[in-house]
């Protein structure tokens, strides 16, 4: 589609990109803590485009705050949408500052929206021939489209004229409008006609037409065929109001009065001194070196990669945003670069460049998620110059004559998977790992991945998450095609995917799975690069780990099933007796977890005090209100104790059993390395990690988990490892002598806080010691206290004024954390992990103070999990050298059990406490408490 440069004219809607490249870019700060991501993303927007299009005329719009026409026709419009981030609005000025001074006319008209005046201008100029490009990935815009009108989406360099919005809505442009009137639109709170779907709109526009011909065709409805269509009539009838409103609402007003023209806005001479100030504010420093070269708004943008920087003291990012040339790479790569494999002489071929290779991404097609049970039905590769390769199996859908059989392609690739010398990228590592082992084959130097790669860059995933799909979303705003997408909604398995689906449909989702996860990795590695620290974490901890996980998951732990069918009968009588006393003390039946029936008891009958609502406006009757209500009556303690031992029966107690993988006899967790903020490993199907251990009825849960015939459950636990990492962090002179010395700190601490002798220390005041030792690293407020403790909220200050008192240099350390916390946007843990703090600036006190104390219990917790995964990893090594006399089977949090041979019990319990402890150097001596027994609670 071609475009004359020289008479060009670009739109650019600024309040989309706006948006957009603050959630890309959420922590992005200079080194004074000023956020920068959004006006980062959106210059660099904008040069780009200047740049490669090199229009005559130009203008860029944003939404003005106050009210516009539509709020006038309809109150909810845009209801939806959540207000400004305080860090968005803190960039809005500076942004429109360098806009200016770039010389590019900015437009914030009040009364209408961005467009609107876009809709306005596009039509002036496209009525005389001016070719007219808006760029924006707002679908409202395509009723704006015409021969001299396109749109240009920046993120994927698609221009779209009137037969694309024809193939990409059903429609031409000028129906959109009547599409949204009909149909909706969610984004901007238009109501539409209830229960008209984008099919059924559709149906409507092509078999009748535009919304007025609809309603004055009525009739004509019935012989569209449409499932309800009586119904539907009647919708249409009633709503008709509605739709019409929506059709205005949805309408951009092409006639707005404006004091400028198409003529005018122009691009004038760069302001080079103001934006000069301003970059060396923001720390914008490739930037300041192209305005120093004199290239800032002519630098030929080379086809690199994004180095989209998560340094999030400072915006400097190494080498600009080209998405137009990834993009022209991604096309060339599947229309030319894509091969699928069906001979031997092929795949001898492939393997010579693999073998040839620095690096190759390495992924699998199984007809399950079940690691101990599922089959190869593909394998895929791509290299770095852009060459990709599938070779099918085990399925029939490509309809070709042949396909390689799997034994004898595993014999050919297999030299190329072991080799330790080539890195293989992958989008799930773990999970290779242990399907290609079932095959004989141990995946050797995986290198990359790109879960773990995004996961060390930033590990709160506000964008969605670390799977392929969310970042193929966030880098290129593509909808990455999923399995989900093609294979039918009544099928559940990948196998019916590929036996059940179109070739087209198949290739299409191989080749995008296969290059999205190449191109996020060539964005995300460099930037870890960059950071040693985090490369180091990347490759010492997290990588290694991943096969260290995938033997544990593999293993899985032995269940005695008949033990938790005694405890669930027996938990099922004990049930019943409480339900049984809440009727009584309640003097009514009643169902327990109906939180409307209880509202009416706690609230009503009884007239116990409301203290939380519901986002309903209805008396909360959650944990914690039950908790405080608790304290003045006894139906709250009731309530609490059937929904604990209801919630642990369903949980755990019943639903273990069903897990129990028939062919090993055992149960297998799955461990996820990108959950949590902290690092800290978490566990599903089951997650062995919730099992409460504070109550005899979870306790008796672990009864469960032993040993096989002739060995013993081990557990390793650190001892007091996060008041150690404080005792490192704060240096406090007092705790790290209580350390030396092997003091048991909660007493020490109770005798300090109570002001007594140790030995004088009660079980009672080394209880509420323990509970402030713990509260102040997760940042517990006197209130957090004097509700677990039970007591007035004076008493918990006093406490704790009494604990800094005495511990002087954790207060100081704790202020220190909160003020480099707000500095950064981020803490670190010892290793250097970055966790990252998003509120920890916000206006709104309530996050603010949230964020101040997750800065103060991150930092800890996330070193602690560092220092258990290193000792993973050495334990693993070691492991190695003594099987079958040991396995290790579940982490849970600072806890490590094993499996043990009784013959080799003396020998592992003095090397898994050795390997342990010495871990990593902290000022004070980690210390590893080891159980044994023939079930999980009494080793623990």
Known sequence: MSIIKKDLFILVDGSYYLYRAYHAFPLLTNSL?????????????????????????????????????????????????????????????????????????????SGVEADDVIGTLAIQAGKIGIPVLISTVDKDMAQLVTNNIKLINTMSNAIIGPTDVIDKYGIQPKLIIDLFALMGDRTDSIPGIPGVGKKTALALLKGIGNLETIYNNLSAISSLKLRGSKILLKKIIEYKDIAFL????????????????????????????????IFSFYEFKSWLNDLKNGIWLTKKINKSFISISNNMNSTYLTSSINLISIKNSIRSFLIENYQIILEKNHLIEWMKKLQSAKSFVFEIETDSNDTLSTNLIGLYFA???????????????????????????????????VDDKIQKIGKNTK??????????????????????????????????????????????????????????????????????STSKKTNSYIKEDVKITLLIHNILWPQIEAKPKLKNIFQQIEIPLVPVLAKMEQIGVLIDKNKLAKQSQEISNRLIKIEKLAYIVAEQKFNLFSPKELQFILFKKLQLPVIEKTSCGLPSTNEIVLEYLSNSHELPNII???????????????????????????????????VTSTGRLSSRNPNLQNIPIRTKEGRRIRQAFIAREGYKILSADYSQIELRILAHFSKDQRLLNAFAEGQDIHSVTAADIFNIFLKDVTNEQRRTAKAINFGLIY??????????????????????????????????????????A?????????????????????????????????????????????????????????????????????????????EVKKSALIQSQQKI??????????????????????????AH
């Open 246 to 277: 929506s059709y205005k609402l949805a309408t951009i007003n092409t006639n707005v009065n404006l004091d400028t023209n198409y003529d005018e806005l122009i691009i004038k001479e760069t302001d080079t001194k103001k934006l000069y100030k």
């Open 822 to 898: 707000a500095k950064k946007g981020y803490v670190e843990t010892l290793e250097g992990r970055r966790l990252y703090l998003p509120d920890i600036n916000s206006n709104n006190t309530i996050k603010r103070k949230a964020s101040e104390r997750e800065a103060i219990n991150a930092s800890m917790q996330g070193t602690a999990a560092d220092i258990i995964k290193r000792a993973m990893i050495s334990l693993d090594k070691w492991i190695e050298t003594v099987t079958p006399n040991l396995y290790m089977l579940i982490q849970v949090h600072d806890e490590l059990v094993f």
């Open 913 to 938: 406490r050795q390997l342990m402890e010495q871990s990593v150097q902290l000022a004070v001596n980690l210390k590893v408490d080891i159980g044994v027994g023939d079930n999980w609670d009494e």
């Open 640 to 674: 609490l104790q059937y929904r604990r031992l209801s919630k642990l029966k369903s949980t755990y107690i019943d639903k273990l059993p069903m897990m129990i993988n028939l062919k090993t006899k055992r149960i297998h967790t799955s461990y996820h390395q990108t």
């Open 33 to 109: 803590g000023k956020p920068t991501g959004a006006i980062y993303g959106v210059i660099n927007i904008l040069r780009s485009l200047i740049i490669q299009y090199q229009p005559s005329n130009i203008a860029v719009l944003f939404d003005d705050k106050g009210k516009t026409f539509r709020d006038k026709l309809f109150a909810k419009y845009k209801a939806n949408r959540l207000s400004m981030p305080d860090n968005l609005c803190k960039q809005i000025m500076p942004l429109y500052e360098i806009i200016i001074a770039m010389g590019l006319p900015l437009l914030v008209i």
């Open 431 to 500: 999970f290779n790992y242990s399907v290609m082992k079932n095959y004989d084959i141990i995946l050797k130097n995986m290198a990359f991945d790109i879960r773990l790669e995004s996961y060390i860059l930033n590990s709160i995933a506000g964008f969605g998450g670390h799977d392929i799909a969310s970042l193929a979303k966030l880098y290129f705003n593509s909808e990455n095609v999923t399995l989900k997408k093609i294979i039918n909604k009544n099928y559940e398995k990948p196998s019916l995917l590929f036996s059940n």
């Open 383 to 417: 290299i770095e110059e852009w060459q990709a390769a599938y070779i099918p199996l085990k399925y029939d859908c490509l309809n070709f004559a042949k396909q390689l059989k799997l034994n004898e392609v595993l014999d050919i690739i297999k030299p190329v998977l």
């Open 779 to 820: 940042g517990m407020s006197s209130f957090g206290l004097s509700r677990q403790l039970k007591i007035s909220l004076n008493k918990a200050k006093f406490y704790i004024d009494c604990y800094f008192k005495r511990y002087p240099g954790i207060l100081s350390y704790m202020e220190f954390i909160r003020k480099k």
